[in-house]
């Protein structure tokens, strides 16, 4: 969905290296999310944020931080790359609504390797 | 535990076919289902969704069919073209107005011309 960017598209790091991705989104919604997906495994979220003073941890969030710096961005960081955090990475965006019923809208993603 | 899990890794049908990828939930609480369509280098892309208080909903040449009985979600495409090629993923909303997203592994979907 071209409303949801992602920077890098592609990015290879070295073990140790400090790794930040970024995501911007146009659609004006309050919550956006982190996920990797890695073959076989699916999608697993990473962090989740439903407002700029709102983070909240996902099932995988060891090894990862994020940052919630305006409505419309939100970064995911990897202090100190470590190989099997070789993976593809995607954000996605919901509007708040009632009933939990918002549909996640995804970035391109991120192809991220640690050598 | 939640579990969301397909039936099928793989499937593969003749153009023109009706297709049916199938998927499992374990949580009964489970109140928001979506299926997603994720090509070959892009992020997953909403195809439908479909609330816990509703056994089927349709869209163009998709339905998706919902049992809570035995927490079974299906997606059915109609006359299935190459362009449905992907990985198809299923997701549950389990954590309730939280709007936590637990998805399946997928369906790769192959139509052949």
């Known amino acids: 969905d071209a409303d949801v960017t992602q920077t890098p598209r592609n990015r290879i790091t070295k073990t140790g290296k400090r790794i930040m991705l970024e995501c911007s989104q146009t659609?004006?919604?309050?919550?956006m999310y982190w996920y990797r997906q890695d073959p076989g495994l699916g999608l697993r979220l990473i962090y989740y944020?439903?407002?700029?003073?709102?983070?909240n941890k996902g099932e995988i969030s060891d090894g990862y931080s994020v940052s919630r710096q305006a409505q419309a961005k939100f970064s995911l960081s990897l202090e100190s790359a470590i190989p099997n955090q070789t993976a593809l990475y995607f954000c996605?965006?919901?509007?708040?609504?009632?009933?939990?019923?918002?549909?996640?809208?995804f970035g391109p993603g991120t192809r991220l390797t640690v050598l | 535990g939640e579990s969301v899990g397909l039936h099928l890794p793989t499937l593969s049908v003749q153009e023109g076919d009706n297709s049916i990828i199938n998927c499992a939930y374990s949580?009964?609480?489970?109140?928001?289902f979506i299926w997603y369509k994720q090509e070959s280098g892009k992020g997953p892309q909403f195809i439908i969704d479909?609330?816990?208080?509703?056994d089927k909903r349709q869209g163009q040449r998709v339905t998706v069919l919902l049992n809570k009985t035995v927490k079974h979600l299906s997606l059915q495409i109609a006359a299935t073209q190459p362009g449905d090629s992907a990985v198809y993923f299923c997701?549950?909303?389990?954590?309730?107005?939280?709007?936590?997203?637990?998805f399946g592994k997928g369906t790769l979907l192959t139509v052949n011309p």
């Open positions: 996605a965006t919901a509007r708040a609504g009632s009933g939990g019923t918002d549909t996640q809208y």
């Open positions: 659609k004006g919604h309050d919550r």
């Open positions: 944020s439903f407002d700029v003073k709102d983070i």
């Open positions: 949580n009964s609480a489970s109140d928001y």
């Open positions: 479909i609330r816990s208080n509703m």
């Open positions: 997701a549950e909303n389990s954590g309730g107005s939280n709007y936590k997203l637990t």
